[in-house]
């Protein structure tokens, strides 16, 4: 059992940063691979970024790359995204969440515990 807190949103200007974070507990977090998605009102959930369990491997989708940099801390159980440039079009609740897959998977489908999201809004 993994439980996942997000922290950090808030509202910015364009141009602006925030960073957020992911506390979990949990004694097999470490082992996990872990993926940041975005909800944006009337919008399907979208993967944002993802990174392995080692934290050697990192992915993003296309509209945050450059921008956006995700970590983790093993000794911590944290993870975090640097969001740089903010832009109105990155509004939205962010979540993060684990998946037991082997690969970074860009499907929300296969994760399997998520947290409860934090509010970012960027505006123009």
């Known amino acids: 059992q993994v439980q996942l807190v997000e922290s950090g949103g808030g509202l910015v200007q364009a141009g602006g940063s925030l960073r957020l974070s992911c506390a979990a507990s949990?004694?097999?977090?470490?082992?996990?691979?872990v993926g940041w998605f975005r909800q944006a009102s009337g919008n399907e959930r979208e993967f944002v970024a993802g990174?392995?369990?080692?934290?050697?491997?990192?992915y993003y989708t296309d509209s945050v790359k450059g921008r956006f940099t995700i970590s983790r801390d093993n000794a911590k159980n944290t993870i975090h995204l640097q969001m740089n440039s903010l832009k109105p079009d990155d509004t939205a609740i962010y979540y993060c969440?684990?998946?037991?897959?082997?690969?970074?998977?860009?499907?929300?489908?296969?994760?399997?515990?998520w947290g409860q999201g934090t509010q970012v809004t960027v505006s123009s």
């Open positions: 969440a684990t998946t037991g897959r082997y690969y970074i998977s860009t499907y929300h489908a296969e994760y399997n515990y």
């Open positions: 990174i392995t369990w080692s934290g050697r491997t990192t």
């Open positions: 949990g004694r097999t977090f470490s082992t996990y691979n």
